[in-house]
């Protein structure tokens, strides 16, 4: 059973900064690409940002110069830095893990394995 849990979602004026915490186990961590996707109310679930096993980072066009994804083995866990926050950063910000690697990353539809998402809210 894989598990991946979420933290660190809140409520910042823009322009501010949150960080958002997956973790799960170091097996997952180390051979699974990790991905953050978000979902806004009325919107499509989008990627944000992906990791691969070999460290390779992928973002969304949206978010790029502004959000960094990591990996901190020590603590199992996938990092989301996000700096300078728009209100259109709100959503509802979800962990996912895909063993494969075979697919864009951004393909929602095949990530096997999400967390229960945690909310981000920015304000303006």
């Known amino acids: 059973q894989v598990q991946l849990v979420e933290s660190g979602g809140g409520s910042v004026q823009a322009g501010g900064s949150l960080r958002l915490s997956c973790t799960s186990s170091e097996s997952i961590i180390r051979r699974f690409r990790m991905a953050w996707f978000r979902q806004a109310p009325g919107k499509e679930r989008e990627g944000v940002a992906a990791i691969d096993s070999d460290g390779k980072a992928r973002y969304a066009n949206s978010v790029e110069g502004r959000f960094t994804i990591s990996k901190d083995r020590a603590k199992n866990t996938v990092l989301l830095q996000m700096n300078s926050l728009k209100p259109e950063d709100t959503a509802v910000y979800y962990c996912?893990?895909?063993?494969?690697?075979?697919?864009?990353?951004?393909?929602?539809?095949?990530?096997?394995?999400w967390g229960q998402g945690t909310q981000v809210t920015v304000s303006s």
């Open positions: 996912a893990a895909d063993v494969s690697h075979l697919w864009s990353w951004y393909r929602s539809e095949k990530y096997d394995h």
